[in-house]
């Protein structure tokens, strides 16, 4: 039973579905056809409303009265011996014209209505004979109830009611034109004329109604649809009411309106061209596609703008003068019409060409005969039966042009919709619309598939069901926010306790969020290996420099007087023996051993860092100095004194710490930089390994001095402050007949102390500020020279010393030939000094230096000789001038030969190599005394003389005029007594040497 009632509901179903159906078919269908047909056939059979007998046309004889002088006696007399004429056209003429006609009598009782329809009349009078009796006077402008006479304006023209007891009569009358006007004369009755009137309002009435409903149409459905071309279309069709108006005569009106007299002519010539420029742009915007399609863009062009001189006529030119313009550019319009339409139409054969040609065909048959008969009186197609039908066939038919535009631009539409579906569907991208609260209106298979959704979850789950807590909250907060609409989500976790990552894009729009979702999870799982890598070191898994750097400046950004901080910085001893006989691999086991280590002994707020091959960083914070130093010492005694083993092997690592305690408000790097000098003092001389530096130590206010003259030789300008002095080199063999001596830098710090030359020069080598000073040096150095030549009878070599940085320095070595090459006469005078272990890092390069400042007559020696990697062999390659003996070995010479024999060894070898010898560091009379046993050439140091100013060195006559040292007083003296000078052998002269 209860199947059976659910049949039966079916059925019902079924059978009122299939109701509806005929229903619909019967409305949309049957039913307008039927209107159709019945019309059709009521057309044919029916009797017209309207039916009346035609008007009798009278012969006129017509009279031209271009100054207007005649009298109504004088002109009837003229017009005797004119031709009689149905019909008259002015031809724009402007003047008034005489004209008479003779009304026949009639069988027929009560008036006669003659009508002069010219609707380009604007006024007229009539009289009966030659003026005998006046009948009447009429203006275009005159207002109903106020007409003269027997006259008065209806339909199209002016009409002159006679008594028909009266007839026949001779009719004289006189009237004005304006256009192309018609003089014609026709005699109604009574009875007919109104019937001709009632066809005539009720033409008005079917144009001006029938256009304005579509006119109105169009408009509604512009503003709906906010589209422009649909009040282009609505403007153009009123434009087409105008037309039809003026063809029919009564454009006069407008909406029950009478328009002034004055302001017909302006807005006719209004009509026409803004009619002309509405037509070339909606015929553009129309046909767009099918115009570029035949590639005719200048015919087009043509067309449009011939509407630009059309418009300035119409405000410019008067009426009579404005027609001829506007049939000219019409005709050429017209034509550019039809033969870009014939074109569309052979190349696309589209049916929307096809009804807007239909609609310029009508539009030109019902009006062409307007301009034919306006310019040469030809009138062809009078008997096109109703102007009204034809105004409104043209607007219909351009209507179906532009109803199957839309149609085509919905096909396209939903062609794109459609595409549109099966691309959200099948695009692999979640797609997603959400109502406001929460639920999903819609959503494709690519988001169904990512959050494991189905169809009988479509009403029952919202977003927040999917995502992890207050991921509406941040939904909300994109699409409502006005920078970037994206969001990262994470969802729910699974069983496992994954949960997967999601971009969301979503914006919000009628009502509704929109929005796109991407499963990001191996994105974000690579994103946080590569943010872990950019702050971890990849083969122990500690943090790297980065890492350790910002954790750094973090704690020193939060650190308060009361919350402590320290820094060590720890570095293994020969650690890359392992690597260099064991291999990498086994290297890296033990570093990853070794921080292994060190993390047990860390904990809470500690944290280490690789930032070199065998270097760490170690943080310590919230923790004093005293329990740091305790963990830094269990520290080195874990990873020093407990074997790694690898395989088979074992090895043993020992490592120095450098510990600091860090001050609120220190810089990063000059804390890391503090930890890493403790280390190498730890390196050096500590058993424990261990060097601490607590607040306030001596070597942070050295640091900071440092930190200062860094910063004040920073910069492209040199620091206020730089001057040289100049140390003495005495000659051994000729003590009192040279003044040689070598220029050192000094800085005066704001406090008037000088700061050494080491200091500046490390700092400017820091701040990479070293080539300007070097620049300068050897500016103020040669001009000096140069300006005090004379005063220097006995100076033979002036010895400058040069950083590595600044001869590695192209655009340096550039600038320094171009000083040398200011003053030449001075060049042989210089000495060059180069560091040796400079000159060893590019043996190449440093040799082509030296042989373009050797051609130049520069000498060459080489510095701290013996202090480096010293290779007897390299000095072949080298053609320096003298060898300066490292100070180290000459202070420790009296106490230990073997420093004695290599000074020894470097005297001779310098000597067998035509070099000149020079000993530094030179601080007693013992150290001269033998050094000259030795065959050294020249000493500097304390003991000859403190560095001097220019000025004291232009005051000496020569550098033993500076030895306050008794003994070494006597050791000159001796020297002057027993002594040989060089000039007595030319062999004791190196060929391009020291004089």
């Known amino acids: 039973m209860w199947l059976f009632h659910a049949d039966a509901a079916k059925d019902r179903v079924t059978a009122s579905g299939t109701l509806d159906r005929l229903v619909f078919y019967f409305s949309v269908g049957l039913l307008p056809l039927l209107i159709i047909v019945f019309t059709a056939i009521g057309f044919v059979t029916l009797d017209h409303p309207y039916l009346q007998n035609g008007p009798l046309p009278l012969q006129l004889r017509i009279l031209s009265d271009p100054g207007g002088r005649l009298a109504p006696a004088q002109a009837f007399q003229q017009l005797t011996g004119m031709p009689l004429q149905e019909h008259f056209d002015t031809h724009l003429q402007e003047t008034p014209f005489w004209f008479s006609f003779v009304v026949p009598a009639s069988a027929a009782d009560g008036r006669s209505e003659i009508e002069l329809s010219s609707r380009h009349a604007q006024d007229a009078s009539c009289w009966e004979g030659a003026g005998e009796r006046w009948l009447g006077s009429v203006k275009r402008d005159q207002q109903p109830g106020k007409e003269q006479g027997r006259m008065r304006a209806e339909k199209t023209g002016f009409i002159l009611s006679l008594d028909i007891s009266a007839l026949p009569l001779n009719i004289l009358c006189k009237g004005s034109f304006s256009g192309p006007a018609r003089i014609a004369a026709q005699r109604w009755t009574v009875h007919d004329f109104g019937i001709s009137q009632n066809k005539f309002y009720r033409s008005i009435g079917l144009l001006e109604g029938g256009l304005l409903m579509l006119t109105m149409f169009v408009l509604v459905a512009a503003m709906i649809n906010r589209e422009w071309m649909y009040v282009l279309f609505a403007v153009w069709l009123l434009g087409n009411l105008r037309l039809g108006a003026n063809s029919m005569g009564w454009d006069a009106y407008w ?59 119409a405000v410019v030119l008067p009426y009579s003068r404005f027609l001829p313009v506007l049939w000219a550019c019409a005709a050429v319009g017209i034509a550019v019409l039809i033969f870009l339409l014939v074109r569309i139409l052979v190349v696309t054969r589209t049916r929307a060409a096809f009804w807007y040609c239909a609609s310029m065909v009508v539009v030109l048959f019902a009006r062409v005969d307007e301009v034919i008969g306006a310019a040469f009186g030809i009138r062809t197609l009078d008997q096109v039966p109703n102007n009204a039908i034809a105004a409104l066939l043209s607007s219909l038919m351009a209507a179906f042009a532009f109803a199957e535009q839309m149609r085509t631009g919905k096909r396209e539409l939903a062609m794109v919709q459609a595409e549109l579906r099966t691309t959200y569907e099948v695009t692999p991208i979640g797609l997603f619309t959400l109502a406001a609260d929460g639920s999903f209106v819609r959503s494709n298979l690519a988001l169904e598939k990512m959050l494991g959704r189905n169809s009988s979850d479509q009403l029952e789950k919202k977003w927040d069901d999917y995502f992890e807590p207050g991921a509406r909250d941040k939904l909300l907060r994109i699409v409502s926010a006005g920078g970037s609409n994206e969001a990262e989500l994470r969802g729910i976790a699974n069983a496992d306790g994954e949960a997967s990552f999601y971009l969301v894009t979503a914006t919000f729009a009628n009502g509704r969020i929109e929005g796109s979702l991407q499963d990001i999870t191996d994105r974000s799982q690579t994103v946080q290996r590569l943010r872990f890598f950019a702050e971890h070191d990849p083969l122990t898994g500690v ?25 060590a910085y ?72 407990q074997s790694y083993h690898i395989g088979a092997r074992a090895f043993q690592v020992k490592g120095s710490i450098g510990l600091i305690e860090v001050d609120a408000g220190m810089r990063v790097q000059d804390a890391i930089s503090a930890a890493d000098r403790a280390c190498r003092e730890a390196k050096k001389a500590h058993d424990e390994h261990i060097v601490v530096y607590q607040k306030n130590a001596p070597v942070f206010r050295e640091r900071l001095e440092e930190l200062s003259l860094i910063e004040r030789l920073g910069g492209e300008f040199l620091p206020a402050g730089l001057f040289v002095e100049m140390q003495p080199i005495m000659s051994l063999r000729e003590p009192e007949a040279s003044l040689n001596f070598e220029v050192l830098l000094r800085l005066r710090d704001a406090d008037n102390k000088v700061v050494p030359a080491t200091k500046v020069v490390a700092a400017a080598e820091e701040n990479g500020n070293i080539a300007v000073i070097d620049r300068w040096v050897m500016n103020t150095v040669l001009e000096w020279l140069a300006q005090h030549q004379s005063q220097l009878p006995l100076t033979k070599f002036v010895c400058v010393n040069l950083s590595g940085a600044s001869l590695n320095d192209e655009k340096f070595i550039q600038d320094l030939f171009v000083i040398m090459g200011k003053h030449p006469q001075v060049v042989p005078m210089l000495c060059i000094e180069i560091t040796e ?110 560095p ?48």
Request: net charge negative; with cysteine.
């Open 837 to 946: 272990s400079v000159a060893l890092h590019d043996l190449e390069h440093t040799s082509r230096i030296i042989q373009r400042l050797q051609a130049l007559g520069a000498k060459i020696a080489l510095d701290d000789f013996g202090a480096g990697y010293t290779s007897f062999t390299y000095l072949k390659s080298l053609s320096a001038d003298a060898l300066k003996i490292d100070g180290a070995f000459i202070q420790s010479m009296n106490t230990h030969p073997a420093n004695e024999a290599i000074v020894e060894a470097i005297v001779e070898l310098a000597r067998n190599l035509g070099m000149k010898s020079i000993a530094e560091w030179v601080e007693d009379c013992a150290m001269i005394e033998a050094l000259a046993k030795l065959g050294v050439d020249y000493v500097q140091g304390y003991v000859v003389a403190k």
């Open 543 to 567: 943090l790297n420099r980065r890492g350790i750097e910002i954790m750094l400046e973090e704690a020193i950004e939060r650190q308060a007087d009361d919350r402590p901080l320290a820094l």
């Open 570 to 641: 720890l570095d293994l001893d020969r650690f890359k023996l392992i690597n260099d006989l064991f291999g990498h691999q086994s290297g890296d086991e033990v570093l990853k051993q070794l921080c292994q280590r060190v993390q047990e002994l860390l904990s809470g707020d500690s944290y280490i860092g690789r930032i070199g091959g065998d270097e760490f960083i170690i943080l310590f914070r919230d923790k004093d100095i005293s329990t740091a130093t305790d963990i830094c010492r269990a520290i080195v005694q874990k990873i020093s004194y």
């Open 948 to 995: 001097q100013s220019p000025q004291a060195i232009l005051a000496a006559s020569s550098a033993a005029s500076f030895i306050t040292d008794p003994a070494l007083a006597r050791f000159v003296s001796s020297r002057r007594i027993d002594g040989q000078s060089w000039g007595e052998s030319d062999e004791d002269l190196p060929a391009t040497g020291l004089h």
């Open 255 to 313: 909406l029950m309106l009478t328009i002034p007299n004055e302001w017909l002519g302006l807005v006719r010539k209004l009509t026409f061209a803004t009619y002309y420029i509405v037509t070339f742009t909606l015929f553009h915007i129309l046909f767009t596609a099918e115009l570029k399609r035949i590639n005719f863009p200048r015919v087009e062009r043509l067309g449009q703008y011939l509407g630009i001189p059309l418009f300035a006529a």
